[in-house]
């Protein structure tokens, strides 16, 4: 008995995952994500890199604002008084946090 090739999967909509992803995207349009986000880094930052990563993974498109770049220390404490170590991550214009906080806020 054939399963669609997709092993022992459940296919409650009657096809397998690939299929019922691309009948979705041709039928309603390629779902993307329309957050956007800054992420404030600086070079040499473990964190700042785990944090891009993780935005791309989720297809959220985001600016960067690097202090060791174009941008400086003084307009990062402007935008997060508080901050003391990067990344500094906002998600619409919201502050989230670190790297920590975006991986908790994102799920
Ligand atoms: N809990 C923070 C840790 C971030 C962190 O430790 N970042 C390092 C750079 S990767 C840092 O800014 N350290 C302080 C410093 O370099 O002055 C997060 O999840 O973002």
């Given at each position: 008995?054939?399963?669609?090739?997709?092993?022992?999967?459940?296919?409650?909509?009657?096809?397998?995952?690939?299929?019922?992803?691309?009948?979705?995207?041709?039928?309603?349009?390629?779902?993307?994500?329309?957050?956007?986000?800054?992420?404030?880094?600086?070079?040499?930052?473990?964190?700042c890199v785990q944090?891009?990563?993780?935005?791309?993974?989720?297809?959220?498109?985001?600016?960067?604002?690097?202090?060791?770049?174009?941008?400086?220390?003084?307009?990062?404490?402007?935008?997060?008084?508080?901050?003391?170590?990067?990344?500094?991550?906002?998600?619409?214009?919201?502050?989230?946090?670190?790297?920590?906080?975006?991986?908790?806020?994102?799920?």
């Open positions: 008995m054939s399963d669609g090739g997709k092993g022992s999967s459940p296919r409650p909509f009657g096809v397998d995952a690939d299929t019922f992803a691309s009948n979705w995207e041709r039928t309603f349009g390629k779902k993307e994500n329309t957050m956007k986000a800054i992420v404030w880094s600086k070079d040499s930052c473990p964190f944090a891009k990563a993780l935005l791309q993974l989720k297809g959220i498109e985001f600016e960067e604002r690097n202090i060791n770049q174009d941008w400086t220390r003084e307009q990062l404490l402007e935008a997060v008084p508080t901050a003391r170590t990067l990344p500094q991550i906002f998600l619409d214009q919201a502050h989230i946090g670190g790297f920590t906080e975006l991986k908790k806020h994102l799920g």
